[in-house]
């Protein structure tokens, strides 16, 4: 049994201080883990922090929590109940200080006022798991939730093939508008639906998200229900209340409900699978088994945690519910023995390459890993050899960099067919059909995010004036995952700010020559009217920097200039006055790609998406991390 290898002077008298918290804080509760009634020393102490204790998630949650935290004997759990108010969540915390927690773990009931507060905790030095709904920034330890409008899409096109190409009638239950949840469960739902012909929806609003007001609004509905082919709602609480309506008005037989969460127990989504009264279920993974998993890595100080976890969701109907069921409850056990794996490297088009190249050799021998790395040289066809020589061999897991996006479904259903799991790293793929599960999960940086972080460092940093800011954005590859996302993030946040406006874009292919290519073919073309450059990576924004101070226009004073990937170069232009800032995409990203692997081959379900750890560097604190750099 793995131990938390911990002391403390508070150790010998949690016991007493739990009792006077009980009787003292208003809705703050001991969950006692212990062993036939012993009470047994306690190495570490983790709080939970619960936004509210009304919605189904969050008791399924606690109950979770409960569970993994009863196979260890020395750890403890105690949990704060905030009822929706960001004031009294921010006095449960400060209370959980006080207690002397040794690792927070959150569901902000606000995810922009707890903000602050989860960074102070996280500045002070103890560990935060955020849980569900994710805050700005990544002044946490860790994130760990749905992606909750991936829910939705998913039983959007559940609902499309099922209906086939006659469509049908389809009546949304809607719960409570202010439910974030909800809210993005139905946004995916309608975002898949749309792009369906023959499909009518009929949006029926309840205001709670309750079994009994479910089942009081399908009665209510009965000429519409009647009509309707099939009843899509976003919890299993409300799909029980529209089973039961159904039975009530006979038309069981007649009408499908499709529903998310997909939780276990009875009455829940799966048992209402098994049981027929569900056509079929999006689980939605509650994340209490990985928030303890990864709290026991961060106590003890282990390589491989990752910044985010995005839970893996899965359509469950009456094929394959024994198969989810057997997953969900299998016992993970990693048996040390050495693991092989073939990794299908892009190329080393950058410095940014060689050190994520350099982090996964590394890693693999720390974790008793066998790799066997071939390098693609930005060549499709070179992976898709890599892949093939790979099922040959017989190895234990594929993992790949790809070059683009897309076109990889044929040597991947290849993979799958020899049984061999492939993880994306760095970048993702894209597949013609998501629930053939071609992939396993993807671990690498958030591209998307790194867009809008650079157009907020612009945003908070430039001032738009009265005129728009000239922009000039250089791309890198065509059809890669890291030029799509960054676009898109950077346009997001620049669509919120008026008064800058890209005027300019071209690829560089990441280069440092197609940086400078870039700058110099839109010179040759127009006089230099650009007050802003964004470049996709350092190696194109230090080509363009040569470039500008060839021509006598001065980076950073004449135009500011901001990149992704934080590498020692980047830092050292920074130094020098001419790159204005650089938002970080960590190549350092072995130690968790190992760790996935080695979890992944234990039998753990893996998550959707794994994100690595960045953060935003200008030049007012270059000097003081260019020396801490490991790329």
Not at 187 to 198: H, N
């Amino acid at each position: 049994m793995t131990k938390v290898i911990k002391t403390k002077w508070h150790i010998l008298c949690v016991l007493a201080m739990v009792l006077i918290m009980a009787m003292t804080i208003g809705g703050c509760h001991f969950i006692p883990i212990s062993d036939g009634g012993s009470k047994k020393g306690v190495a570490s102490i983790i709080g939970v922090s619960q936004a509210n204790m009304r919605e189904e998630w969050r008791v399924a949650l606690i109950n979770e929590l409960r569970e993994e935290t009863a196979k260890y004997e020395d750890i403890r759990i105690v949990t704060t109940d905030a009822t929706g108010s960001a004031a009294k969540q921010i006095q449960d915390i400060d209370n959980l200080i006080g207690f002397g927690m040794d690792l927070l773990i959150i569901s902000p009931c606000d995810e922009k006022m707890m903000g602050d507060k989860i960074k102070e905790v996280y500045d002070s030095g103890i560990p935060v798991i955020v849980m569900d709904r994710a805050v700005e920034g990544f002044d946490y330890t860790l994130y760990i939730g749905p992606d909750n409008e991936v829910i939705g899409q998913q039983a959007g096109s559940y609902i499309i093939d099922l209906l086939g190409e006659k469509g049908g009638d389809v009546v949304v239950l809607q719960g409570n508008p202010a439910s974030v949840q909800g809210t993005e469960r139905l946004s995916g739902f309608k975002s898949a639906i749309e792009k369906a012909s023959g499909i009518n929806l009929h949006e029926v609003y309840m205001g709670a998200e309750s079994k009994d007001a479910a089942y009081d609004m399908v009665i209510t509905a009965r000429k519409i229900v009647e009509e309707a082919d099939i009843i899509f709602t976003y919890s299993d609480n409300m799909a029980l209340g529209a089973c039961d309506a159904l039975r009530e008005l006979g038309l069981e037989s007649k009408v499908m409900i499709v529903d998310c969460d997909g939780f276990k127990g009875a009455d829940e989504g799966i048992d209402l699978v098994s049981q027929g009264r569900l056509k079929a279920t999006v689980s939605c993974p509650i994340g209490g088994k990985e928030a303890i998993d990864y709290a026991l890595s961060i106590l003890n100080n282990e390589s491989g945690v990752p910044k985010q976890v995005i839970l893996r969701s899965n359509i469950i109907d009456k094929g394959n519910v024994e198969e989810n069921l057997n997953r969900i409850n299998a016992d993970t056990v990693d048996d040390g023995r050495k693991i092989k794996v073939g990794y299908s490297q892009v190329g080393q088009e950058s410095n940014w390459r060689l050190a994520n190249t350099k982090s996964i050799e590394e890693s693999a021998k720390d974790f008793n890993i066998e790799l066997h790395m071939e390098i693609a040289d930005q060549s499709q066809e070179k992976q898709f050899e890599a892949i093939r020589s790979f099922i040959k061999e017989g190895v234990d897991v594929i993992v790949v960099s790809p070059v683009v996006e897309t076109g990889w479904d044929e040597v991947l259903r290849e993979a799958k067919a020899a049984g061999i799991p492939v993880i994306m790293s760095d970048r993702n793929v894209l597949v013609e059909n998501r629930e053939e599960n071609l992939t396993t999960t993807y671990l690498g940086a958030d591209f998307v995010e790194e867009g809008r972080r650079a157009m907020r460092w612009v945003r908070d940093n430039v001032d738009a004036g009265d005129g728009d800011k000239h922009i000039m954005e250089i791309m890198g590859n065509v059809g890669a995952s890291p030029t799509e996302e960054r676009d898109r993030g950077f346009r997001e946040i620049l669509a919120e700010n008026p008064g800058y406006d890209i005027t300019y874009s071209a690829y560089g292919d990441f280069t440092f020559d197609g940086g400078r290519k870039v700058v110099r073919e839109y010179l040759e073309n127009n006089e230099w009217d650009i007050d802003i450059i964004f470049s996709q990576n350092d190696d194109m924004a230090l080509g363009a920097i040569e470039e500008l101070k060839a021509h006598g226009i001065k980076p950073d004073d004449d135009v500011k200039i901001i990149s992704v990937d934080a590498t020692t170069e980047a830092f050292e232009a920074m130094v020098r006055g001419e790159l204005s800032c650089a938002v970080e995409c960590n190549p350092i990203i072995g130690p968790q790609l190992m760790k996935a692997i080695r979890d992944l081959c234990s039998g753990k379900q893996m998550p959707f998406r794994i994100i690595t750890d960045e953060k935003v560097y200008d030049q007012s604190v270059a000097e003081d991390y260019i020396r801490k750099r490991l790329y």
